[in-house]
Every structure is written in structure tokens, then in C-alpha cells.
């Protein structure tokens, strides 16, 4: 193929084909201008896509590595602390009662517990808290690849019954999109009525009740 006798558009629809290296080489080595420009917005398109293909296989890397846990794990378990509880006894208070839930709740009791920073100083088998336990130890950082993945679905089904909020997006948290439907919509039952924004949305409707 005399690459020099395509026209603009023969090159074009060319390099929406698949095309190997040797044909880009040759069409990179064409001295017009308007054939450096239509490859250099091809280059600028198949990097964009590899980008995008790249980050689309790291969003189900938690996923692969979630599966592959719960078939080698002798026992997994999750535990899922309401609204109401965490805006009662805060949410450090409610990360403990989460944690003692789950040790309580394996099929099989362990020996000993790692643990992600937190101590349970009630536990009665020995344990060591990790101050940012998920990037020191493997188990403490498969515990929260499985609590990642659970909790993204939960948000999934969250978005299901509150589509207003785009949890399936922000998964909860306080986006500009999130901010900016909380303050059209007000809080769901699922917002915790003791985190900003709402605590203030709450306290200001309170007020304005008394008027």
C-alpha cells in the first residue's frame, strides 16, 4: 500500500480498522500535516480507551481478590451496624461492637485476633492491634477488601431505595453531588442524623418548627 497516494479521509477510515505497528509507522512517517494531526488524535483516543480499560480493571480488583478469600478463609463473616445505633454510641463505638459482633459470629472460634488499630480489650484470646493494619498485614487487609465489598453493595441496594442521593456513585460518601441532594431532598433514613451536614439541616428544621 503507497500510503503517500491516500487521501485525509482514506487515511482516516483506515485507522478506525485495527492496525498493526508497521501501517502507524508508516503513516507517522507522512509529511503532512494533515496526516500528523489525524494521528496524533488516534493516539490521543486509543491511550484514552487503554486509560479507561485500566481503570475499569481495577474497580473489580476487590472483587477477584473478595472471591478468592471467601474460597480459601476457613470462615468469614461481616457484621452491619445501623444508623440509629451509630448516631447513639458513635461511630468508634459502633467499629468496636461491629468487630466483637464478627469474632463472636465465626463458624470457627479463633486462636488469637489482628486487629486494624482498634483494641478490643474484652476479647479473652490474644490480640494485637495494627495501627494501619490493611497495608502490614494480609489478613487484616483481606478483612477490608471484604468489608469494601459488602458495604458497596449494600450502598447499591441503598441507591435502589434512595435513588435521589446517587449512593451507587458515591457509595456514601460526601460528594458535591451527595452535598448538593441532601440539600434538595433532606436526609434519608439511612443518613446518620449526627454527621454534618445533617446534624445542622436537622437542627436548623428543629428551629424553624419553634416559629
Not at 29 to 57: H, M, P, T, V
Not at 96 to 101: R, S
Not at 128 to 134: A, K, L, R, T
Amino acid at each position: 500500500m503507497n500510503i503517500s497516494n491516500l487521501t485525509v479521509n482514506e487515511v482516516a477510515r483506515l485507522l478506525q480498522q485495527d492496525c498493526d505497528e508497521e501501517l502507524i509507522g508508516r503513516l507517522k512517517a507522512d509529511n503532512r500535516i494533515s496526516i500528523a494531526k489525524l494521528i496524533s488524535r488516534w493516539q490521543q483516543k486509543r491511550e484514552r480507551i487503554a486509560a479507561e480499560q485500566e481503570r475499569i480493571r481495577h474497580l473489580y480488583a476487590f472483587e477477584r481478590l473478595y472471591t478468592a478469600i471467601h474460597n480459601c478463609a476457613l470462615s468469614v463473616e461481616y457484621a452491619v451496624i445501623d444508623v440509629g445505633t451509630i448516631d447513639e454510641i458513635n461511630i468508634y463505638q459502633a467499629t468496636v461492637q461491629g468487630m466483637y459482633q464478627v469474632l463472636a459470629n465465626l463458624t470457627l472460634q479463633p486462636q488469637a485476633a489482628l486487629i486494624d488499630a482498634v483494641p478490643l480489650r474484652e476479647l479473652k484470646i490474644p490480640y494485637q492491634s495494627i495501627i494501619n493494619g490493611d497495608a502490614l498485614s494480609a489478613s487484616i487487609a483481606a478483612a477490608s477488601i471484604v468489608a469494601k465489598v459488602e458495604r458497596d453493595r449494600l450502598m447499591l441496594e441503598y441507591d435502589r431505595l434512595f435513588p435521589e442521593y446517587g449512593f451507587a456513585k458515591n457509595k456514601g460518601y460526601a460528594t458535591k453531588e451527595h452535598q448538593a441532594a441532601l440539600h434538595r431532598f433532606g436526609p434519608c433514613p439511612i443518613h446518620r442524623k449526627s454527621f454534618e451536614p445533617v446534624k445542622s439541616m436537622l437542627t436548623t428544621t428543629q428551629e424553624l418548627a419553634l416559629f
